[in-house]
């Protein structure tokens, strides 16, 4: 898997939007870009995914750069149960049987009121 | 919600003591994996399976052993706990389609061996 670069911390008034940033500048055309989250110690929970298009669900959406080499997870209205430690992840799309994800360290996102 | 469970939650045991870390899932997911992670660290990789009769080690080096007689068990097991091995232990299975690789993880099991 590709390296990715966040910033280690960052802090969100409640309410507002929480723009978290990711940099992945070796990242290759094969490689999707995964949004994990980690509240306080629980298992890891999945956010959203995507190789090159901007996408959305219902918890966040995901802009990547035209070049791939960066993407921004939004929040769009962050709550005080969004604080967690948030994970950018670039994963192969053709790895076939070998479906293992690299969890680096991270932001740790604090909302506050 | 994922349907994928861990017994039990928190585990204090003896150094010397044999352990199995219990994990199932109800979704049918072909992988399954576990990781390890001490108080605010990362997560590290150290078994997965493909599937039944399938293990294989994960990228950090771990005592621990692991196996998959059945889809939704996928059970790890310290012959002889020692302090070193205190820490949460997460399990998480995903689908088999490797395109949409989206990893569901079970609450988690503290170990504190003494």
């Known amino acids: 898997d590709a390296k990715t670069t966040q910033p280690p911390s960052m802090d969100c008034a409640e309410g507002r939007a929480a723009n978290l940033p990711c940099n992945h500048s070796?990242?290759?055309?094969?490689?999707?870009v995964y949004w994990y989250r980690q509240i306080h110690s629980q298992g890891p929970q999945y956010i959203i995914h995507?190789?090159?298009n901007n996408e959305t669900n219902e918890m966040a959406s995901l802009i990547i750069t035209e070049d791939r080499k960066s993407s921004t997870l939004i929040l769009p209205h962050a709550t005080l149960r969004d604080t967690a430690v948030y994970y950018c992840?670039?994963?192969?799309?053709?790895?076939?049987?070998?479906?293992?994800?690299?969890f680096g360290t991270g932001t740790r996102l604090q909302v506050t009121l | 919600e994922a349907d994928i469970y861990q017994t039990p939650r928190y585990l204090v045991i003896g150094t010397g003591k044999k352990i199995t870390l219990e994990c199932s899932q109800t979704?049918?997911?072909?992988?399954m994996y576990w990781y390890q992670q001490d108080p605010g660290m990362e997560l590290h990789l150290i078994h997965y399976?493909?599937?039944?009769?399938?293990?294989e080690k994960g990228d950090l080096s771990s005592e621990s052993t692991v196996s998959r007689i059945r889809t939704e068990h996928f059970p790890l097991t310290l012959e002889s706990a020692r302090p070193s091995h205190t820490s949460q232990y997460l399990c998480?299975?995903?689908?088999?389609?490797?395109?949409?690789?989206?990893?569901?993880f079970g609450p988690g099991t503290r170990l504190l061996v003494l």
């Open positions: 399976s493909y599937g039944v009769n399938s293990t």
């Open positions: 992840i670039v994963r192969d799309r053709n790895t076939g049987t070998a479906s293992k994800l690299t």
């Open positions: 998480a299975s995903s689908p088999p389609l490797a395109v949409q690789e989206t990893q569901y």
């Open positions: 979704m049918g997911h072909d992988k």
């Open positions: 070796t990242i290759s055309g094969n490689e999707y």
């Open positions: 995507g190789l090159k």
